[in-house]
């Protein structure tokens, strides 16, 4: 009766096992930030009006800094600048780890506002774009909601019509080559998923999951009450099936072979001024004059411009778990059940001899 009830319980662990549980193996919260990603003092590749600062200068400026459970990142907002003088200074983070298949969620309590802002929080290869594809989960300029989640790739990536999702797909072809670099862009379907709008209700919740078979983007703002929980309070195992429709979706397929378009990339986290988008459409969204010269003469505008984090993680694939949570160490204690399994088959045939 003991062998029997040791491989029922067994039985029971393998056939309520889920294939889409993802596993905590980053948890960045305050000054956690600062261990998990790299200062990039580079010259800005949208040619922005910004100086992309190292870390010493970030902190020692306060452009970079934690208290408690916030992390925040910044522009300048005190500085006038000659047309001569390098740009304004700002931050651009990248991620020490690059990632394939993976699930990275962000808790974010303020995204960078005012005319001429274009933040941005993404995944790429900076060293190999655009080959190895790039995935913006936020990304806007002007303070012009909503949000859109875009893939950029190289040739022979297309996105097929009528995909189910809650946001609105744009162009479908993901070429960084056609149109400008528009991507294959899905705007969110809610306005207040950007810009001032999205700061007014302290903020919300972007997620990404990334497999060779899919990627797919959510938004939740901070009071929405279907927000998972799991993704929420940062448990050591999520479920993504169970976290509902998402914004956008991208499927690979005949047209898109994501897996070809995609390799190993960093998470991104930065701040530019006017550049190749927020510069070419200052005016058309509401912003008077030039946007480089609005960017040295009001340094104050950019007293909102910053980023803080509640928490951003990272989670991988692991062993599939059991569901509810409450059976949990069954299936983490398969591998004991299996050697207690042969320990009493031991003990059977000895006494059986």
């Known amino acids: 009766m003991a062998i029997l009830r040791i491989i029922t319980l067994w039985a029971l662990a393998i056939s309520h096992t889920r294939a889409t549980t993802y596993r905590l193996t980053e948890n960045w919260v305050g000054h956690d930030f600062f261990n998990g990603f790299n200062h990039e003092n580079i010259a800005d590749p949208t ?180 927000a998972p929980v799991d993704m929420k309070t940062g448990k050591l195992v999520i479920d993504t099936d169970s976290w509902g429709e998402p914004f956008g979706y991208w499927p690979s397929g005949p047209s898109c072979n994501l897996a070809a378009h995609f390799g190993p990339n960093n998470i991104i986290i930065n701040l530019t001024l006017c550049g190749d988008w927020a510069g070419a459409v200052f005016n058309n969204d509401g912003c008077s004059g030039d946007c480089v010269d609005y960017v040295n003469n009001n340094p104050a505008a950019f007293r909102d411009a910053y980023w803080e984090f509640k928490a951003a993680r990272v989670y991988l694939q692991g062993v599939a778990l059991l569901q509810p949570e409450s059976e949990l160490n069954i299936i983490e204690n398969k591998s004991t059940i299996l050697s207690h399994v042969k320990i009493f088959e031991r003990v059977h045939l000895l006494k059986s001899n």
């Open 47 to 226: 040619h922005g009006r910004v100086t992309y600062v190292d870390e010493a200068t970030a902190r020692s400026d306060n452009l970079s800094y934690a208290i408690g459970d916030s992390f925040v990142i910044r522009a300048d907002y005190t500085s006038l600048l000659a047309a001569s003088d390098p740009g304004r200074k700002s931050v651009r983070l990248k991620s020490k780890t690059a990632y394939t298949t993976h699930v990275v969620a962000f808790d974010i309590r303020h995204i960078p506002q005012g005319c001429a802002t274009w933040p941005a929080a993404w995944e790429t290869d900076d060293n190999n774009w655009p080959n190895a594809g790039e995935a913006d989960i936020i990304e806007g300029v002007n303070d012009v909601s909503p949000n859109q989640g875009t893939l950029h790739t190289t040739a022979g990536c297309v996105m097929p019509s009528g995909i189910q999702q809650t946001g609105a797909p744009q162009q479908l072809d993901c070429n960084y080559a056609v149109n400008y670099n528009a991507g294959c862009g899905v705007k969110v379907d809610k306005a207040n998923s950007y810009g001032p709008s999205f700061n007014n209700i302290g903020g919300g919740y972007y997620a990404m999951e990334r497999t060779p078979d899919f990627i797919r983007m959510w938004f939740w703002p901070r009071n929405d009450t279907s």
